[in-house]
Every structure is written in structure tokens, then in C-alpha cells.
């Protein structure tokens, strides 16, 4: 098709839907595949019909069957690895699972995910400031791009002969070259994006495939135009979003090219993108803020973001109607969309059962979202009076939820407002040493683990039984505290100094908390990817929290009666809690996190008054809810650092409080780390070969700090030299009197035999470095 030609993009769309099926049967085909108990023709057959229920599922529930408002968005993996292999991006240490023609099978595909032998997988990391993980491609000059897979043509392809023409989607060539990192061999200096103009022509090529089979639009992604955290400099970014869509747009045979840019704002992206030979823009108007014009921007389909992708409140649909209907200032050709993918949430709010009609009546899921979007749609094609109904009945159901008792409790509300600048510190810091030091009686480098232990069949076989009715409450119990007295013996036979219970009883370090907190509700299927197979069912944080009795007390106490040595207390951080939640929209996460923290001060509370003396709070996603936009990034670490001195601020001199944080970039965020005041603070650092102990000397960091020395991430047992060595490089760097001894982070997902074998050298390694010390 010729530009002229291209068909008017739909008025109401999504930029993606969920691609693990409702009941997760990707997520089965594919580890019935690894399993070796189906075989790829198998394979292809279940996901062919997961696209194929899909694509019924979005037109039953508004979409257009021919008019390319169905996304094409599925993946095996991930979306950002579909890219790697569709431009031939294979790194070099796979290359043998490359036929002669250059292609990759599925379970080629699946090896550059999941690693084979002593190859290890692409890098997995957080997608924007979702829970999403992709694939870090690797991009070298050596790298040889050539149109790879034709598996975007060949779905579309399947789509028409389904009756549907569909919109294939695809992370754009701008997004994907920044969010590469080097391959191994690339010289110093090398950016993944020097090889723009290399790329282009492979995406040229599969832009004109699609139009040859008859695709309308095409939607590339180009999600990294709107984060500042991307290191290179933004005029470099500009330039190659102007050189990439001048390419692209300039073939004489194509579809609608429709720019997508979810998680925020584009800013001064939005100019180049208006001047590009492109057709449509999407904005994320839930982050971002309907624009400025600027030139060139009344040519353009504006796609207006206005539906939440990112979270399942039905919310105020007729404020994101009123956003839509701003839009029309600045072009007049305006359609709604939801802001991201709705690969972030569960499928459907009918498939709970247990929430009840009123909170679910405040929700909306992927297909509630689509539902919002068609209505919308309609709105804007046909008149708001059209869809005036539906407005006020989301309307009513918002005031309804404003006003719902459980939302808004008293007593929390007034316990917030009484708080003082004293409720968020502690004493000072050398007193605090010298009065743990009368009560732990610890030796110099002393050793402890993270928290949990590893997760045996026993374990869940017997939590699995409590939820079904068949072990009684008191034998669930019973079967928990064999196994804490067991991991407890396990722990004074190796000769740890600081022990844990081993969280047998948690299924989730956050869903064991929502369980048991007020304020939370927990789904039966709502199930989001996390990475490739890999889901997570977030609990939803609707209202006022408050802990109705304690929560960790009693294994806790258990626990320190079985051994003279300290037992180490272990919660989940508020911030944690909210990052791995779905959190309510209508008050600043801040004040949510607060009251989070007010019930973990209690709880911190009960565990110091039943004989607790160390109390770890752990904070694993301090990092990653770090906001996208520097300039946000002050009130950010201001609450959330804040949350977690009120959690921890209320203990006496002598209990010594950890915090543990899951990375290892540390940079930006060395400061807020400073200010948690932690006694103690284990990181990563295995993985880095304590990289990160150099930053933590240069940042004046002074309280303990236990860098870990185990990669828990791998099922290998570091030997004793080598854990000499990585406590040999933290001590060059930081005085021994600082430093702990620990994993990487918790036991949870090893296997006994490894984890027992790599507790006892860093006994041993800790000992004979010990010994050294005068
Ligand atoms: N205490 C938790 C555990 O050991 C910490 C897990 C985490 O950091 N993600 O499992
Ligand atoms: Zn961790």
C-alpha cells in the first residue's frame, strides 16, 4: 500500500494483551515442551490456538475484526527477544544453534532465554518501572543483522486466514539498540546504537513483508524515548528517532506506522516524532499530561493513552474521556487506547470469585480495560451523550469506593496525622553499636543468611493441603515448626551467628504479609508475567492498611527458643509491599506506604518485646519503583526512605535492624541507602565480583554492610578460595568492623545439598579470614 492509501487507524485500540492464556496454558505448553513431554509441532499448535481464542476474546469484547485495532502482541519469551531474533541479533556463543540459512528453532529460541551448559542466557532486566523482565540483547560490531524469522509475518498471516486482519506490534529499532547493552568483544566506547543505520534496513525489510501480506498498520514500541534513566545523551536519542522514522517512513510501500510510547511522557521526543513520516503517536496520558503543540503534530493520529494499563481500577472514565476529547485541540484525528500494554494485569475480573461484589466492582482487568476502551471509542465517534451511561456508572462507582469504610479508617488516618520528625529517627548511630554489641555478643565479620531457606516439596505439599482443607491449622503448624527446628540445628551445626526461622510458611515474601494484613485482597487467578513462564499473582492493596493481630511473632519467638544464638526477625519492606502489589490510585503512594510502615512498626514492636534482638526488613524493589523522570526522583526516595525509617525508627538502641536490598546498583540510589540508617544492609555483590564495595567506600557509607559472596542465582557452590578472595576484596575497601558475611539473598529457590555445601565455606572461608584480623 502506498502512504496515501493507508486506511484511518481505529478509534478505539489496546497497545497489547496478556499472552500467557487465562489459565496459564502457555506457560504449560511451553514447560510441557522443556519437559520434552510435547514436541514444537505441539507447541506451535497450543500457542496457535491461544492467538487464535485471543483474537475472538478482543473482538467479542469491542475490537474491530478488520480494522487493526487487534494487537498483535504475542510472545514465547518476550517481546524484546522476538526482536533480537527476528533482526538475527544471536549472540556469538549461540551461534551454533543457528542453522545454515541463519534461522533459530523454538528450542534455540528458549536456549538464548535460559541458558545451555557453560552458556550462559541473555541478561534478564526490569522492563521500565513495570515487574515485567526482558531479555538484554547483545549488540556488538560483529553483530550481522539480516531479517532472521519471519514469525511476525507468518502470525499476521494466520490472523487473515482467521478473518481478522490484525496489528502486528514490535519493540521499535530506537528502543531496542538503547535498552542492548555490548556484546562481549565490543570495543571500549561501543554504544549498541553506533549500529543504527546497519538495523534499519532489517526493520525496512519486515515493514515491507507486512505490507506485501496485507498488514494496515504496524505499531513499534519505542518505550525508552520517555526515560531518563538511559545512559546516553538525549540528543543522541533524537537524532537516531529522526534518522530511524525517516527510513522507515520513507518506503513507498508500507502500512500505517504507529509510534508507541508507553510508561511516560515523550517531552522533547514528541517534536520528532511530529515531523517524522509516520502516522500516528501514542501518549501515555496516565503518566504523562496531555502536550503542548508543536509543529506537525495536526497531521498525526494522536492516540491518546487514556485508559491505565499499568493498574486494575476501573477508575475515572470520564476524566480519560474528557483527556481523549483535549486531544482534538491538537489534531483531528484522535482514538483512545490504553496507556501501556495490558500485559501488566490478570485477564478478568470474573473469573474471582472471593473478592466480592464491591471491590470488584471497582475493578477492571485486561478485559474490563478493552470494554473501557470500545466504550470510549464510541464516545468519540458517535458523542459523549452516546456513552453518557456507562460514564456516570463509573462515576457513581468511584464515589462509592471514596466513601466505603474499609478505604478510609478512621483510626489509621488519625495515627498518621499525630506523627512527628522523632517517629523517623533513631538514636545515634555509635550508641546503637554499643549497645548491640553488649546484647549479640557477635564475632568480627560475622555470618548470617538472608532469610529464607530452600523451598521443599514437603513444604508446599503441606501449604497446598491447609488451602484445600485436608492438614488442620494446628498440623500445618506443626509440619512448619519440624522444619524451622530443622533449618534452626542446620545453622548451629555450620556455626552461622546470626540465624534465621527460614520462612517455611511463606508462599510469597509479599502475599504472606497482604494475607495478613487489612486493607489487601488476594485473587484466585489473576496471574501476571513476571518473565518468560514465570508469573505472579499481586495482591491488591485497596484500602487503609492496619495489622489486625501479629503476623511473624509467634515463628519468630518459636524459633529464638531453640538456640542461644540471635534470631534474625524478617519482614517485608513498605515499599516492597507496594512495588510487588497492585496499589490503590486515589492517594500518593507515599501515604499508602506510611501506613504500611505504621503496621510494620508494630509488628517490629511485638517482635522486640517477645525477645527478638535483630529485625531485618528487607527492600528489594527500593531500586526499581525508582521513578522514570529525574525530577521526580526526589519525592520518590523522600517517602520511600521515610516509610522505612518509620517502620524501623521505633526499636530501643539494642535492636539491631537489617535491611536487605536484591542489586547491585547501587549508584543513584547510594544515598537513599545511607538514609534507610540500617545497622545493617546486605546487598549483592557475588554476581559483580564486589564491584560494589568501591562505591560504597566512595559514598562515606560507615554503618555494617555484608556484600554477598554466594550467587544464589546459580546452583553452583563457590569454594572456599573464592570466597576468600571476594571477603579479601570487601575488606581492602571497606574496615572489618563494617562488614558481614552473607549469600547474595535468600535460599528459597536452591536445592538442599548446594546451599548446605556453600553455608559451610563461608563458615570456613569466614573463619580462616578471621583469623587474620588483629
Ligand atoms: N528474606 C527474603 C528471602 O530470603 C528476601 C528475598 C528477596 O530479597 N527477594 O527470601
Ligand atoms: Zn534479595
Not at 534478564?124 to 560490531?141: A, C, R
Not at 492517594?587 to 511485638?606: H, K, S
Request: hydrophobic share 40%.
Amino acid at each position: 500500500m502506498t502512504t496515501t492509501d493507508i486506511p484511518a487507524f481505529p478509534t478505539g485500540t489496546i497497545l497489547g494483551y496478556p499472552r500467557i492464556g487465562r489459565r496459564r496454558e502457555l506457560k504449560k505448553a511451553i514447560e510441557a515442551f522443556w519437559g520434552g513431554r510435547i514436541d514444537a509441532a505441539e507447541l506451535e499448535a497450543a500457542a496457535a490456538g491461544l492467538r487464535r481464542a485471543t483474537r475472538q476474546r478482543l473482538a467479542g469484547l469491542g475490537l474491530g475484526r478488520r480494522d487493526s485495532s487487534i494487537p498483535e502482541s504475542f510472545s514465547f519469551y518476550d517481546q524484546v527477544l522476538d526482536a533480537a531474533v527476528t533482526v538475527g541479533a544471536i549472540p556469538a556463543r549461540f551461534a551454533d544453534l543457528v542453522d545454515a540459512d541463519g534461522h533459530l528453532d523454538l528450542a534455540g529460541y528458549f536456549t538464548l532465554a535460559r541458558g545451555a551448559g557453560d552458556n550462559l542466557p541473555l541478561e534478564m532486566t526490569k522492563w521500565f518501572d513495570s515487574n515485567y523482565h526482558y531479555l538484554v540483547p547483545e549488540i556488538g560490531p560483529e553483530t550481522r543483522f539480516h531479517l532472521a524469522s519471519d514469525r511476525i509475518v507468518r502470525e499476521f498471516e494466520e490472523a487473515v486466514a482467521d478473518g481478522y486482519l490484525t496489528r502486528p506490534v514490535i519493540v521499535g529499532p530506537v528502543t531496542f539498540l538503547l535498552l542492548a547493552k555490548p556484546s562481549d568483544g565490543a570495543p571500549a566506547g561501543f554504544h549498541p546504537l553506533d549500529r543504527l543505520a546497519d538495523l534499519l534496513p532489517v526493520y525496512q525489510d519486515l515493514i515491507e513483508r507486512l505490507a506485501v501480506a496485507g498488514a494496515e498498520w504496524v505499531q513499534l514500541d519505542e518505550p525508552a524515548l520517555v526515560s531518563e534513566s538511559i545512559d546516553i545523551p538525549r540528543e543522541r536519542t533524537l537524532a537516531a528517532v529522526a534518522q530511524a522514522y525517516a527510513a522507515l517512513g520513507g518506503l513507498d510501500t508500507r502500512p500505517g506506522l504507529f509510534v508507541a510510547a508507553p510508561y511516560g511522557s515523550l517531552d522533547d521526543a514528541l517534536a520528532v516524532l511530529a515531523t517524522a513520516p509516520i502516522e500516528a503517536i501514542g501518549l501515555d496520558l496516565v503518566r504523562g499530561t496531555v502536550p503542548a503543540a508543536v509543529p506537525g503534530l495536526k497531521d498525526k493520529t494522536l492516540v491518546g493513552g487514556v485508559i491505565d494499563g499499568h493498574n486494575i481500577w476501573r477508575g475515572d472514565l470520564a476524566a480519560a474521556f474528557d483527556h481523549a476529547r483535549r486531544l482534538e485541540t491538537l489534531s483531528p484525528n484522535v482514538a483512545v487506547s490504553t496507556s501501556t500494554s495490558l500485559v501488566h494485569l490478570p485477564h478478568d475480573v470474573a473469573d474471582e470469585t472471593k473478592l466480592g461484589p464491591e471491590l470488584a466492582g471497582w475493578l477492571a482487568f485486561a478485559d474490563q480495560k478493552i470494554g473501557q476502551v470500545a466504550t470510549l471509542a464510541r464516545g468519540l465517534a458517535t458523542g459523549r451523550e452516546t456513552i453518557q451511561a456507562h460514564l456516570d456508572a463509573a462515576t457513581a462507582s468511584l464515589a462509592s469506593r471514596r466513601v466505603s469504610p474499609g478505604v478510609r479508617d478512621g483510626a489509621v488516618r488519625s495515627r498518621l496525622e499525630i506523627l512527628t520528625p522523632a517517629d523517623f529517627s533513631r538514636g545515634d548511630y555509635e550508641s546503637r553499636v554499643a549497645a548491640q554489641a553488649a546484647v549479640l555478643d557477635l564475632p568480627p565479620l560475622p555470618t548470617t543468611t538472608i532469610g529464607s531457606f530452600p523451598q521443599t516439596g514437603d513444604i508446599r505439599r503441606a501449604r497446598a493441603r491447609l488451602v484445600a482443607g485436608d492438614l488442620s491449622p494446628a498440623d500445618y503448624r506443626d509440619v512448619m515448626r519440624a522444619e524451622i527446628a530443622r533449618v534452626v540445628q542446620l545453622q548451629e551445626d555450620l556455626g552461622l551467628d546470626v540465624l534465621v526461622h527460614g520462612e517455611p510458611e511463606r508462599n510469597d515474601m509479599v502475599q504472606y504479609f497482604a494475607e495478613n494484613l487489612d486493607g489487601f485482597a488476594v485473587t484466585e487467578n489473576g496471574w501476571v508475567q513476571s518473565y518468560g513462564t514465570r508469573c505472579t499473582r499481586p495482591s491488591i492493596l485497596w484500602g487503609d492498611v492496619s495489622r489486625p493481630r501479629p503476623i511473624t511473632v509467634e515463628w519468630s519467638s518459636y524459633t529464638q527458643t531453640l538456640t542461644e544464638k540471635p534470631v534474625k526477625g524478617m519482614l517485608t519492606g513498605p515499599v516492597t509491599i507496594l512495588a510487588w502489589s497492585f496499589v490503590r490510585d486515589d492517594q500518593p503512594l507515599g501515604e499508602t506506604a506510611r501506613q504500611v510502615a505504621l503496621a510494620l512498626r508494630d509488628e517490629i514492636g511485638d517482635l522486640e518485646a517477645a525477645g527478638i534482638r535483630v529485625v531485618q526488613v528487607d527492600e528489594p524493589a527500593l531500586r526499581e519503583l525508582l521513578p522514570l523522570k529525574k525530577k521526580d526522583h526526589a519525592d520518590y526516595l523522600d517517602w520511600s526512605v521515610g516509610s522505612f525509617r518509620l517502620a524501623t525508627a521505633g526499636v530501643a538502641d539494642q535492636t539491631q535492624i537489617h535491611t536487605h536490598l536484591c542489586y547491585s546498583e547501587f549508584g543513584v540510589v547510594i544515598d537513599a541507602i545511607r538514609n534507610l540508617d540500617a545497622d545493617v544492609t546486605s546487598i549483592e555483590a557475588a554476581r559483580s565480583k564486589m564491584e560494589v564495595v568501591t562505591d560504597i567506600q566512595a559514598s562515606g557509607f560507615d554503618h555494617g554492610i555484608g556484600p554477598g559472596v554466594y550467587d544464589i542465582h546459580s546452583p553452583r557452590v563457590p569454594g572456599v578460595p573464592e570466597i576468600t578472595e571476594l571477603l579479601e576484596r570487601a575488606l581492602e575497601a571497606i574496615p572489618a568492623r563494617q562488614v558481614w558475611v552473607n549469600p547474595d539473598c535468600g535460599l528459597k529457590t536452591r536445592g538442599y545439598a548446594e546451599t548446605v555445601d556453600s553455608l559451610r565455606n563461608i563458615v570456613d572461608a569466614t573463619r580462616a579470614v578471621r583469623a587474620t584480623l588483629v
